[in-house]
């Protein structure tokens, strides 16, 4: 049986928690935070791991920490209300190692999560707990950057409802298109075959 000493284990942790600091040090919201206050940030981030397609943070639910991409690639889905009846799932952002999630909404006070997060690979994260998260902890450029994540990863309704509708368009007229040809490209082939002469190469006539 393989023991394992005290000393190798805290060496073990002490070189995790090194290399944790050392990647938070990078996050461009945290990275011009003063030593001591990203100590204590990274003193209390909890590691989490989520198989792809796991969902990660649920549209509605109560925004529960600041998490950190630290592995993989997540993706950020809204679902809207097309038309009273309709439902569809919109996908507004995309997350890759070192983007956050949840950390505006609890600066905002928001009750719920604007949108879903979904692992699109294996992901690997940093969860930062809500009641260690304050604005007091961040420098006036992180606070920028979190406001202007908002902006850029919460289009509204509106928006998104316009967006579906040329989605659904172009996926009408590339379909009409498609089907006109192949259309056309059976055509042309009846008729060569037709000026061929070749009985083999005319297609028969179906019975009626």
Not at 9 to 20: M, P, R, S, T, Y
Not at 45 to 59: D, E, L
Not at 109 to 131: F, K
Request: aromatic content about 4%; glycine content about 6%; overall charge positive.
């Amino acid at each position: 049986m393989l023991c394992v000493s005290d000393e190798a284990i805290k060496a073990a942790q002490a070189e995790e928690g090194a290399a944790v600091v050392s990647f938070v040090e990078t996050v461009p919201v945290l990275a011009s935070l003063p030593a001591e206050k990203l100590a204590r940030l990274v003193s209390s981030m909890q590691p989490r791991r989520y198989p792809r397609g796991a969902v990660i943070f649920v549209q509605g639910d109560t925004p529960q920490g600041l998490g950190i991409v630290r592995e993989g690639r997540c993706s950020v889905s809204r679902m809207v209300d097309l038309d009273g009846r309709r439902q569809r799932s919109m996908r507004v952002d995309s997350l890759l190692p070192r983007d956050t999630f949840g950390g505006d909404a609890i600066l905002q006070g928001a009750l719920r999560n604007y949108a879903s997060v979904t692992a699109e690979t294996d992901v690997a994260m940093l969860h930062l707990p809500r009641h260690e998260f304050s604005a007091s902890l961040l420098s006036d450029e992180a606070l920028r950057l979190l406001q202007l994540n908002m902006k850029l990863t919460k289009p509204d309704d509106d928006m998104l409802r316009a967006r579906y509708e040329r989605e659904a368009e172009w996926r009408s007229f590339k379909q009409r298109y498609i089907k006109a040809v192949v259309s056309e490209s059976r055509d042309r082939r009846l008729n060569l075959h037709r000026k061929s002469g070749i009985p083999a190469l005319v297609p028969r006539s179906r019975p009626r």
